[in-house]
């Protein structure tokens, strides 16, 4: 089955009426965990994006928490693992600044970690890409934010 485009998916919403479209993305929220999620930041925490922040960084803790530290391959896992998490919330959100905190916080974690980083190669590129992807976040940013973001990324150098 071929998708419909996004034009005549908008105009087909706006002939439905409100039950029919209440629904509608009920039967969307069902259908994936994604749309479920992205409707539950939609619905309520959209308008309070430091509570959002909050949440997501209690859930990406609870991963660090269970992170295997025995083998650097488990570490590994897990780290991408996180990092797709931040990718897949900021989405949600598509706000730079909490996409930039959100990593920011990420790699200060990273960095605690024991047995350190440092000795494994794939940790490490890991991290410098992750470090490189928040100075590319940074620089979308007003020049205002750019010294507060600053501080933050001088102190993540290995």
């Given at each position: 089955m071929k998708a419909a485009k996004i034009s005549s998916i908008k105009s087909e919403l706006y002939?439905?009426?409100?039950?029919?479209?209440?629904?509608?993305?009920?039967?969307?929220?069902?259908?994936?965990?994604?749309n479920k999620e992205l409707l539950s930041y939609l619905l309520f925490l959209a308008q309070e994006e430091d509570e959002y922040i909050k949440q997501v960084k209690y859930?990406?803790?609870l991963l660090f928490e269970q992170m295997n530290t025995n083998s650097y391959f488990y570490m590994k896992k897990t780290i991408r693992k996180i990092l797709r998490n931040i990718t897949k919330y900021a989405k949600y959100?598509?706000?730079?600044?909490?996409?930039?905190?959100?990593?920011?916080w990420?790699?200060?974690?990273?960095?605690?970690i024991q047995p350190s980083i440092a000795n494994s190669n794939v940790l490490s590129?890991?991290?410098?890409?992750e470090l490189s992807k928040i100075e590319k976040l940074i620089s979308k940013l007003h020049e205002d934010y750019h010294l507060d973001y600053e501080e933050d990324m001088d102190s993540l150098e290995l």
């Amino acid at each position: 089955m071929k998708a419909a485009k996004i034009s005549s998916i908008k105009s087909e919403l706006y002939n439905l009426s409100n039950t029919d479209l209440i629904d509608l993305v009920l039967k969307l929220s069902k259908f994936k965990k994604e749309n479920k999620e992205l409707l539950s930041y939609l619905l309520f925490l959209a308008q309070e994006e430091d509570e959002y922040i909050k949440q997501v960084k209690y859930e990406l803790n609870l991963l660090f928490e269970q992170m295997n530290t025995n083998s650097y391959f488990y570490m590994k896992k897990t780290i991408r693992k996180i990092l797709r998490n931040i990718t897949k919330y900021a989405k949600y959100s598509k706000k730079t600044k909490t996409e930039i905190e959100l990593r920011i916080w990420c790699c200060q974690k990273i960095k605690t970690i024991q047995p350190s980083i440092a000795n494994s190669n794939v940790l490490s590129n890991i991290y410098q890409r992750e470090l490189s992807k928040i100075e590319k976040l940074i620089s979308k940013l007003h020049e205002d934010y750019h010294l507060d973001y600053e501080e933050d990324m001088d102190s993540l150098e290995l």
